[in-house]
DNA sequence: CGAGTACCCTGTTGGC
DNA sequence: TGCCAACAGGGTACTC
């Protein structure tokens, strides 16, 4: 299940294996691989057709390939492939003859004859769609907020519109027009490095605090990346179909039963949002001011 | 508009 | 062994 660092790994082998390289060929194998794409999966392929890719781009777990105009390869993007991995989505690069993937959903072939470029998604929460660029951002994501990676991440911004918020700290780290990025298992291990509890109240929560638990978000997606990428199970391969690392430590996240690496308490896990929760109950007591 | 919930999807796991 | 419910979970659509 892809979170912001294994999306900025995809980010990265896109960027070297496909920029530059123009659309031969698209071939969508699932159709709700592109049922975010307005025209259906017939448009989406004539609006690739002959299209150069300039880059790759992302936004929180959004990824996409601008690509230059009708006009050719040199004129401004206008549009882009907008990607979402979901819980199961890989973009794999692959020679051209290569069997297909069981869930080879999209397929894309480039005039130069070289590798394709295929989303492949078992669970189909992910997909594919080309869409417009307003000031180089897809539309669909303008209301994403800035991700803590980005140098231009606001963080007293981000303190000041969580404390405006009257809900409990999980929920609030987990929306994505806050800041985006960060899901279920980055969110727990954030908590237990600031020694939060899920449901502390955001708007009583002291501005010193708020900080806190932002800098360990980002820690701990920094740490993930400099690893080159985590995952949590086999479903994540990175661009070129090569296993993620599966020994990064995580603290809490799925260690129900287990000591805490800080006071050796049993880490529980709880029900919450109709996900799990996981945290140490010495480290990350409930809070006297909970929301959730 | 802010807050909170249901739902989408399918392969795996665990209880009985 | 087989069956079925629970589970994984980000984002959208929806209600209140």
């Known amino acids: 299940m892809p979170e912001l660092p294994e999306v900025e790994v995809v980010r990265r082998g896109l960027a070297r294996w496909v920029a530059g390289r123009t659309v031969a ?4 194998t699932h159709p709700r691989a592109v049922r975010r794409h307005p025209g259906g999966d017939a448009d989406f392929a004539a609006r690739l057709r002959g299209r150069t890719l300039t880059g790759a781009s992302r936004r929180g777990k959004y990824l996409w390939l601008p690509m230059a ?5 040199g004129s401004q993007p206008d549009e882009a ?16 003859g290569s069997p297909d993937e069981t869930h080879l959903r999209v ?4 005039t130069d ?3 394709e470029l295929r989303f492949v998604d078992q669970r189909t929460f992910g997909g594919l769609a080309v869409v417009d660029l307003v000031d180089g951002v897809p539309e669909p994501v303008a209301h994403i907020g800035r991700d803590p990676l980005d140098p231009d991440f606001d963080d007293e911004a981000w303190v000041a519109a969580l404390r405006r ?20 298992i980055y969110a727990d291990e954030a908590l237990w490095q600031a020694r939060l509890h899920w449901a502390r109240a955001t708007d009583t929560l002291p501005k010193p605090k708020a900080r806190l638990v932002m800098d360990a978000a980002r820690a701990v997606m920094v740490e993930a990346l400099e690893a080159g990428g985590t995952s949590f199970d086999s479903l994540y391969v990175n661009v070129n179909g090569e296993s993620g690392y599966f020994d990064r430590r995580l603290h809490v996240y799925g260690r129900t039963g287990e000591p805490c690496d800080r006071c050796g308490s049993l880490i529980v896990r709880e029900a919450f949002m109709n996900r799990s929760s996981f945290r140490c109950p010495h480290c990350q007591p409930r809070p006297r001011q909970a929301r959730w």
Request: hydrophobic residues 40%; glycine residues 18%.
């Open 25 to 28: 060929a698209v071939e969508v």
């Open 69 to 73: 105009g009708p006009g050719g390869p």
């Open 81 to 96: 492939v907008l990607a979402h991995l979901g819980m199961s989505g890989q973009l794999l690069v692959r020679p051209p």
């Open 107 to 110: 397929r894309f072939a480039f």
């Open 113 to 115: 004859d070289g590798p």
């Open 165 to 184: 918020r009257r809900t409990g700290l999980k929920r609030a780290l987990l929306d994505q027009s806050l800041a985006s990025g960060i899901g279920n």
